[in-house]
T-cell receptor, first 114, second 112 residues
């Protein structure tokens, strides 16, 4: 157990629907990062939050949004889902947002859009 | 445009021999590099890192080498063990608050 909890582990939904992925960071970590891993692709950075504030944005689609709550858990909202959104979505957390000593990853949420 | 490239999708090595995984990067602002290991159905786990002020970092069986002029780093695993079979991701970060940029990964198979 890495200490980063992601729920649900698996999600199957239809095109056009909206889903919410949840992440609880490791105790003491203030930064949360979301990554997407599609087939044959590396981990693509989506967005980072630090202590409730958006800190950095990657190639995140406008249909996707995220937030970090006061208890530091984070949610990634995916709407108007398309077949191409099927992927593994990883959440990671770290103590220091300013210098990367390594992230701790959760085990991911596998999203299948049918 | 991929800033971190792992050009070998897979590598097969015999148990006890050396495994060498390679990674190239294009962004000259990167100054911190990490390797992650990923088993099926699990998230990536941090393995070893190196700062650009060094050219080598060692941790047990794992050594990372950095060649800044060539924008190239490699991970050496000696001796390789069957439990090392996993996907290895190279990642890089630029100074400041820049999230890690990952390569596509190399699948290592260590054959007993």
């Amino acid at each position: 157990d890495s200490g980063v909890t992601q729920t649900p582990k698996h999600l199957i939904t239809a095109t056009g629907q909206r889903v919410t992925l949840r992440c609880s960071p490791r105790s003491g970590d203030l930064s949360v990062y979301w990554y997407q891993q599609s087939l044959d692709q590396g981990l693509q950075f989506l967005i980072q939050y630090y202590n409730g504030e958006e800190r950095a944005k990657g190639n995140i689609l406008e249909r996707f949004s995220a937030q970090q709550f006061p208890d530091l858990h984070s949610e990634l909202n995916l709407s108007s889902l398309e077949l191409g959104d099927s992927a593994l979505y990883f959440c990671a957390s770290s103590v220091d947002p300013g210098r990367n000593y390594g992230y701790t990853f959760g085990s991911g949420t596998r999203l299948t859009v049918v | 445009d991929q800033q971190v490239k792992q050009n070998s999708p897979s590598l097969s090595v015999q148990e006890g021999r050396i495994s060498i995984l390679n990674c190239d990067y294009t962004n000259s602002m990167f100054d911190y590099f990490l390797w992650y290991k990923k088993y099926p159905a699990e998230g990536p786990t941090f393995l070893i890192s190196i700062s650009s002020i060094k050219d080598k970092n060692e941790d047990g069986r794992f050594t990372v080498f950095l060649n800044k002029s060539a924008k190239h780093l490699s991970l050496h695993i000696v001796p390789s063990q069957p439990g090392d079979s996993a996907v290895y991701f190279c990642a890089a970060s630029a100074e400041g608050n820049t999230p890690l940029v990952f390569g596509k990964g190399t699948r290592l198979s260590v054959i007993a």
